[in-house]
């Protein structure tokens, strides 16, 4: 199967080896790359003492360019949608790391109900209020540090021509609304999709099939979990 990954090409090169360790045939064509911010993490980090959240594997790799300025942050505990950050996470040496199974809503609950005071969340430019408005509701203290940010992509011509020339891909994955939002901006995707049925778009979570257009709802499965393996079952 021909699988488009539109994930930002740090990440979508391990979706590809996972896809091709199933099988499948991957696609890249990312639609956004990261710019890290790396002193305001480190200066966040120096002004903050309690528990620490992220809610992106992005977060995860600004504090990996860190170095020894992270080793006196390692002992804070740190929670994290979704089992892959929490495993990067303590790939770095984090000793108390909680992962929640679902979304930034999900996320904010499990910190509400461990106790945690004082969170420094470490977030991304654009990004959904699930997380914090969530934590506003149960009255968790929190500061935000903004360490990177999710610049655009813009495809050439050239790289949507080699994808859905000949053998289009059987199936899309997007894992965030504001991917799939850049995805269907494009005229040329649009209608790419629009000319060729049977292609199959594979959501993580109802939140980023939101971004499908009507005309295509028929085509969208969404992952029964908000996670890598969950949404790969689909295929």
Same mark, same amino acid.
């Given at each position: 199967?021909?699988? @488009?990954?539109?994930?930002?090409?740090?990440? /979508? !090169?391990?979706?590809?080896? $996972? +896809? %091709?360790?199933? =099988?499948?045939?991957?696609?890249?064509?990312?639609?956004?790359?990261?710019?890290?911010?790396?002193?305001?993490?480190?200066?966040?980090?120096?002004?903050?003492?309690?528990?620490?959240?992220?809610?992106?594997?992005?977060?995860?790799?600004?504090?990996?360019?860190?170095?020894?300025?992270?080793?006196?942050?390692?002992?804070?505990?740190?929670?994290?949608?979704?089992?892959?950050?929490?495993?990067?996470?303590?790939?770095?040496?984090?000793?108390?790391?909680?992962?929640?199974?679902?979304?930034?809503?999900?996320?904010?609950?499990?910190?509400?109900?461990?106790?945690?005071?004082?969170? @420094?969340?470490?977030?991304?430019?654009?990004? /959904? !209020?699930?997380?914090?408005? $969530? +934590? %506003?509701?149960? =009255?968790?203290?929190?500061?935000?540090?903004?360490?990177?940010?999710?610049?655009?992509?813009?495809?050439?011509?050239?790289?949507?021509?080699?994808?859905?020339?000949?053998?289009?891909?059987?199936?899309?994955?997007?894992?965030?609304?504001?991917?799939?939002?850049?995805?269907?901006?494009?005229?040329?995707?649009?209608?790419?999709?629009?000319?060729?049925?049977?292609?199959?778009?594979?959501?993580?979570?109802?939140?980023?099939?939101?971004?499908?257009?009507?005309?295509?709802?028929?085509?969208?499965?969404?992952?029964?979990?908000?996670?890598?393996?969950?949404?790969?079952?689909?295929?």
């Amino acid at each position: 199967m021909r699988v @488009l990954v539109t994930r930002p090409a740090h990440s /979508a !090169e391990k979706s590809a080896q $996972r +896809l %091709r360790d199933m =099988g499948h045939e991957p696609l890249l064509l990312p639609l956004r790359r990261p710019q890290h911010d790396s002193a305001s993490a480190a200066d966040a980090l120096a002004a903050t003492g309690g528990a620490i959240a992220v809610t992106s594997g992005e977060a995860v790799r600004v504090l990996s360019a860190l170095g020894e300025t992270l080793r006196p942050h390692l002992d804070r505990p740190i929670f994290a949608v979704g089992e892959m950050t929490a495993q990067a996470a303590q790939g770095l040496g984090f000793r108390s790391v909680t992962a929640s199974s679902g979304n930034g809503r999900d996320l904010a609950d499990l910190v509400g109900a461990q106790g945690a005071e004082d969170l @420094l969340y470490l977030a991304g430019r654009p990004r /959904a !209020e699930t997380f914090e408005g $969530r +934590l %506003r509701e149960l =009255g968790i203290r929190f500061s935000v540090a903004e360490c990177y940010r999710m610049l655009p992509v813009a495809p050439g011509a050239a790289d949507i021509a080699a994808i859905f020339s000949g053998h289009h891909p059987d199936a899309v994955l997007f894992y965030s609304r504001q991917t799939a939002e850049d995805f269907f901006q494009v005229a040329e995707l649009r209608s790419a999709l629009s000319e060729r049925g049977g292609i199959r778009l594979l959501c993580l979570s109802e939140a980023v099939a939101q971004a499908i257009p009507t005309f295509l709802k028929g085509t969208v499965t969404i992952s029964p979990m908000p996670d890598e393996i969950s949404l790969l079952s689909l295929l």
